[in-house]
């Protein structure tokens, strides 16, 4: 399974940004998928995951309220919206496909991942 996330960019505080994963093989649409990000310095830490069917989805306290997260089964792509940014969420941004079909908020639950897109918000 190959990921290619897209979707990154500089945005202002307050503003919107609509990150897109794209999965090149259609057996990864039996799998939960998840985004992560990586601030400089930080550890990876993750942001959402949705279930295979997208009828189940789990946030960060972070994201709540802010990102959601979207899969379209029939393209095998996995969107996550996210609005009201802040500074903090200044990172690179992973997709990822889980081992099982659920939401999976750990990353040690995921098998591959996609090579990050980096948001970038200025205050």
């Known amino acids: 399974v190959q990921l290619q996330a897209s979707g990154g960019g500089l945005v202002q505080a307050g503003g919107s940004l609509r990150l897109s994963c794209a999965a090149s093989k259609r057996t990864s649409s039996n799998n939960g998928m998840g985004w992560f990000r990586q601030a400089p310095g930080k550890e990876r830490e993750f942001v959402a995951a949705i279930s295979w069917n997208g009828g189940s989805t789990v946030y960060a306290d972070s994201a709540k309220g802010r990102f959601t997260i979207n899969r379209d089964r029939t393209r095998n792509t996995v969107t996550l919206q996210m609005n009201s940014l802040k500074p903090e969420d200044t990172a690179i941004y992973y997709c990822?496909?889980?081992?099982?079909?659920?939401?999976?908020?750990?990353?040690?639950?995921?098998?591959?991942w996609g090579q990050g897109t980096l948001v970038t918000v200025s205050s």
């Open positions: 990822a496909s889980a081992r099982s079909s659920g939401v999976v908020p750990r990353a040690n639950g995921y098998a591959y």
